[in-house]
């Protein structure tokens, strides 16, 4: 079979909350972090401008990931023009240069809430090396270079958008760092730099299996989502699903989905309730990384 080339439908704006899987995990983990990501505009008693400066709040272990996967892109990049060697010191340099320009530009939780005096660039730079050398003598790394290369026209490099897409008629969002067609058959990658979490991660991957398949109208027994770990050490996850874990799927999605409709006065428009139903859930672990502390009196 040929697979068709790859698009993204567009699908005309829609006020209605779209699922994703870190949406969730953030109204799972604190309803109130949830209200200032999300709803930012109806905080009342604080400045906007206050809220979409804490909202643009990065960290350190976030911006390592930034620069890895803008590395990668640049790397896909230039391998859909030039199968040639990557000149690896030079590469390396590039994702160097790039993580200090981030550390330069970004105000960072870390030292914002005084967490730390300064912002420790050397150990990041070191572990955006290690993760790109881990990838370049990964196993995928030389399997791209053996089989993808066979129809570099048909990559999608970190697609433009957020990855909007249907699931079971439910309106979601599943954004893929690379998807490439080989033969009849479409892989879909998606690089990670911080722990392994098997059951997120999975969700993840099936999350991207049905976005292609709804998107691109390819069958399910040809598609391959397949997480890549960078750090510490390279390691992959990939699932295998029928129709039975497809089904559990959507329920699944179903069932967020509802739950966080439920926190909205009107769903439709995508209106919250007020602030006081958002109840905060402090932990110490969530709160140190969250944003919003300041908002928390925290
Ligand atoms: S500081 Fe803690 S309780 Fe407050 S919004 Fe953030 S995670 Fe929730």
Same mark, same amino acid.
Request: net charge negative.
């Given at each position: ?103 330069? @530009?970004?105000? %960072?939780?870390?030292?914002?809430? &005084?967490?730390?005096?300064? !912002? +420790?660039?050397? $150990?990041? /730079? ?48 599943? @954004?893929?760092? %690379?998807?490439?067609?080989?033969? &009849?058959?479409?892989?879909? !990658? +998606?690089?990670? $730099?911080? /722990? ?103």
């Amino acid at each position: 079979m040929q697979i068709p080339e790859l698009k993204f439908p567009e699908y005309p704006f829609s006020p209605i909350l779209g699922w994703s899987i870190s949406r969730f995990e953030m109204f799972d983990k604190c309803k109130r972090q949830y209200f200032y990501q999300y709803y930012s505009k109806f905080v009342k008693d604080v400045p906007f401008y206050k809220v979409a400066k804490l909202k643009e709040l990065t960290s350190v272990p976030l911006e390592a990931g930034n620069a890895v996967h803008d590395c990668m892109e640049a790397l896909l990049a230039r391998l859909q023009k030039s199968d040639s060697k990557i000149d690896e010191e030079k590469f390396f340099k590039f994702a160097d240069d790039k993580l200090r320009e981030y550390f330069t @530009k970004k105000t %960072f939780i870390e030292t914002y809430y &005084g967490q730390a005096e300064k !912002l +420790d660039i050397d $150990t990041a /730079a070191e572990k955006v090396r290690v993760c790109l050398e881990n990838f370049l003598g990964s196993p995928c790394c030389s399997w791209l270079y053996m089989k993808a290369m066979t129809n570099k026209t048909g990559w999608m490099i970190e697609p433009p958008g957020y990855g909007e897409t249907r699931l079971d008629g439910m309106k979601a969002y599943c @954004k893929m760092d %690379f998807l490439f067609p080989v033969g &009849g058959e479409v892989y879909i !990658l +998606d690089w990670k $730099t911080g /722990a392994k979490d098997e059951a997120k991660h999975s969700a993840q991957l099936m999350g991207y299996a049905v976005a292609a398949n709804s998107n691109f109208s390819i069958p399910w027994n040809r598609i391959f989502p397949k997480i890549v770990y960078l750090y510490p050490q390279y390691d992959e996850l990939e699932i295998s699903f029928g129709e039975q874990e497809l089904a559990g799927f959507f329920q699944t999605i179903r069932g967020q989905t509802e739950e966080m409709y439920s926190y909205c006065r009107d769903k439709e428009q995508n209106l919250p309730h007020d602030i006081s139903k958002f109840i905060p859930s402090p932990s110490p672990g969530l709160c140190r990384h969250c944003k919003f502390q300041e908002l928390c009196g925290l």
